[in-house]
């Protein structure tokens, strides 16, 4: 027998609510739209309130829901079984009793065998239900994203799906869209308004900026909501506020270490280095990028960066043209100036 495979509690909570968040109704109303769907996707980048979102929305929500965040060690297949199945319990304790004894035997039977036990389980349930996933971006294992697919595939009608993930994952997106079975909340839709913005920014600096300051702020972060908290915190105990928000630029020290330690430093090497070099440009094309960088696969870059959700706005439906989020594209200039000056000045 194998020894059981400890189970994280704190893995299974809801995020508490934050005491002083931003209430969001119109993106309520459409997590609740998208319950009679398959799946709900939450994708983007670092820092735009995904799990604060999901989590506000989850303590509300009208059907019974299961709430697993995921880490890197879930990567291994029964790590993973067992944490899904610990999450659904919480929902109907019977849940995955038989798997649990099987992930213990010395042979245990194939991850798609038991997840389709989980399945038969949760067909036998009397009501519909909620599983949400965070952080779905840290699986990469193969086994442990094809069961994900096989559960997405064959998951009862009573079951609804929601990721909340920094990529989009490796499911058909484009056949769920065109049948009707998907709900996707981007960065598009997460970034702040200028009345969330400014309910941000009071609660954050404890007293009200002018309708200007706010604009200024809003549009240099394009609502991005770690760039506004970001600066709010820059902001404290400053006497002149409107020159902070005057010169408030990439090179601030609590983005250039947010966006270094969440984004940079996360990439590998020549994708790291893609984004240096191509960062002296205002808009973005493939062909254009190859001709930058003296390498070719700038489309394709685009793409995956895109898919990503790093910090990369599309500028047509035809995923032609792109440029980089304001801030993101002053963090990567600045960093190309400071560590590779002579590189800048050949790159131009």
Same mark, same amino acid.
């Given at each position: 027998?194998?020894?059981?495979?400890?189970?994280?509690?704190?893995?299974?909570?809801?995020?508490?609510?934050?005491?002083?968040?931003?209430?969001?109704?119109?993106?309520?109303?459409?997590?609740?739209?998208?319950?009679?769907?398959?799946?709900?996707?939450?994708?983007?980048?670092?820092?735009?309130?995904?799990?604060? &979102?999901?989590?506000?929305?989850?303590?509300?929500?009208?059907?019974?829901?299961?709430?697993?965040?995921?880490?890197?060690?879930?990567?291994?297949? /029964?790590?993973?079984?067992?944490?899904?199945?610990?999450?659904?319990?919480?929902? /109907?304790?019977?849940?995955?009793?038989?798997?649990?004894? *099987?992930?213990?035997?010395?042979?245990?039977?194939?991850?798609?065998?038991?997840?389709?036990?989980?399945?038969?389980?949760?067909?036998?349930?009397?009501?519909?239900?909620?599983? =949400?996933?965070?952080?779905?971006? =840290?699986?990469?294992?193969?086994?442990?994203?094809?069961?994900?697919?096989?559960?997405?595939?064959?998951?009862?009608? /009573?079951?609804? *799906? =929601?990721?909340?993930?920094?990529?989009?994952?490796?499911?058909?997106?484009?056949?769920?869209?065109?049948?009707?079975?998907?709900?996707? &909340?981007?960065?598009?839709?997460?970034?702040?308004?200028?009345?969330?913005?400014?309910?941000?920014?009071?609660?954050?600096?404890?007293?009200?900026?002018?309708?200007?300051?706010?604009?200024?702020?809003?549009?240099?972060?394009?609502?991005?909501?770690?760039?506004?908290?970001?600066?709010?915190?820059?902001?404290?105990?400053?006497?002149?506020?409107?020159?902070?928000?005057?010169?408030?630029?990439?090179?601030?020290?609590?983005? =250039?270490?947010?966006?270094?330690?969440?984004?940079?430093?996360?990439?590998?090497?020549?994708?790291?280095?893609? &984004?240096?070099?191509? /960062?002296?440009?205002?808009?973005?094309?493939?062909?254009?990028?190859?001709?930058?960088?003296?390498?070719?696969?700038?489309?394709?870059?685009?793409?995956?960066?895109?898919?990503?959700?790093?910090?990369?706005?599309?500028?047509?439906?035809?995923?032609?043209?792109?440029?980089?989020?304001?801030?993101?594209?002053?963090?990567?200039?600045?960093?190309?100036?400071?560590?590779?000056?002579?590189?800048?000045?050949?790159?131009?």
């Amino acid at each position: 027998m194998n020894p059981p495979t400890p189970v994280m509690a704190a893995k299974l909570y809801i995020p508490s609510p934050r005491v002083k968040a931003v209430h969001r109704p119109r993106l309520i109303e459409r997590l609740n739209e998208g319950l009679d769907r398959k799946l709900t996707l939450i994708s983007a980048s670092a820092g735009f309130g995904k799990t604060t &979102l999901a989590g506000a929305w989850a303590a509300g929500c009208p059907r019974p829901l299961a709430w697993l965040t995921l880490d890197e060690g879930d990567n291994e297949v /029964s790590r993973f079984l067992t944490h899904v199945v610990a999450a659904l319990k919480t929902i /109907s304790e019977p849940i995955g009793d038989d798997v649990l004894r *099987l992930l213990q035997s010395e042979r245990p039977p194939s991850a798609e065998s038991m997840l389709a036990m989980v399945l038969n389980d949760l067909s036998r349930l009397a009501f519909p239900f909620v599983l =949400v996933l965070d952080d779905y971006h =840290v699986l990469s294992a193969r086994p442990v994203t094809e069961c994900m697919n096989v559960l997405l595939e064959h998951a009862p009608l /009573s079951m609804h *799906l =929601v990721i909340v993930t920094r990529e989009n994952p490796p499911f058909p997106l484009g056949r769920l869209r065109a049948r009707g079975h998907l709900t996707e &909340l981007r960065a598009a839709d997460l970034c702040f308004t200028r009345e969330e913005a400014a309910e941000f920014l009071r609660e954050m600096v404890g007293f009200s900026l002018t309708a200007g300051q706010i604009a200024s702020l809003e549009s240099r972060t394009e609502g991005w909501i770690a760039g506004l908290q970001l600066a709010a915190l820059s902001m404290r105990g400053r006497e002149d506020i409107t020159a902070f928000i005057r010169a408030f630029a990439g090179d601030n020290r609590y983005i =250039v270490d947010y966006l270094v330690e969440e984004v940079l430093e996360r990439l590998p090497e020549e994708m790291r280095d893609f &984004l240096l070099h191509t /960062s002296i440009l205002d808009r973005l094309h493939g062909p254009l990028c190859d001709a930058v960088t003296g390498q070719e696969g700038g489309s394709a870059r685009l793409r995956h960066l895109e898919e990503g959700n790093f910090f990369v706005v599309a500028l047509d439906d035809a995923r032609q043209w792109y440029r980089y989020h304001h801030l993101f594209a002053e963090v990567l200039s600045a960093h190309l100036k400071a560590d590779r000056p002579e590189r800048a000045a050949e790159l131009h």
